[in-house]
């Protein structure tokens, strides 16, 4: 189901994709620097989840300012949360890249607005923790602060957020989280010898199992 969803003197485009039955949970879904809602990772992980009983909206916000885009996710979220259409218990916030320091960010925002319980975790696809080659900055600061469950599914060879980098903030970290290694994958998730529907098929079937821990989602 296609919507526009106001934001400021424009619209973000976005795409709900809705289960069958009528769902309780949802996920909102961005990309990174680059491409739209319609990068094949999150057109997949979104279809994955419908079919699963999990209400998806992926929306499009190009701009490569965290700020703007932090501002862009949260408008989506209050969108999301007084929706009369779908009556939500609670969301994941979920993205890709850039995507994910701006759920990052929102969450962190949200957290010291208000204490309510509307989002209930974060999933940050190839979060990009530092630039290439500059492991000396790193873009930790929102993940030290959140409290809500957290999971990363990064390849093992992501030019953007090295292993022990991301392992040594986990281990900072408040919230209880889960990394996922995709194994030899960069930051595009990328390997060499599989393919990419093999590698989504591993990224989406972690989410919805992390999913599930988290919420109590009916087993099919």
Known sequence: VKVTIPFGNKYLDAIFSVPEKKPTCGVILTHGAGGDMNFPHLVSLAAYLASRGVLCLRFTCKGLNIAYRTKAFKTVVEYLKLSDDYKLSGVFLAGRSMGSRAAASVIRQLSLEDDDDFIQGLVCLSYPLHRPKLQSKLRDEDLLFIRCPVLFVSGSADEM??????????????????????????????????????????INAQVFSWLRENIELERK
Not at 165 to 190: C, F, Q, R, T, Y
């Open 161 to 202: 957020c090295e292993k022990q980098l991301l392992e040594g903030v986990a281990s900072k970290m408040k919230a209880p989280k889960k990394i996922h290694w995709i194994d030899k994958a960069n930051h595009g998730m990328a390997v060499k010898g599989r393919t990419t529907d093999d590698v989504m098929e591993e």
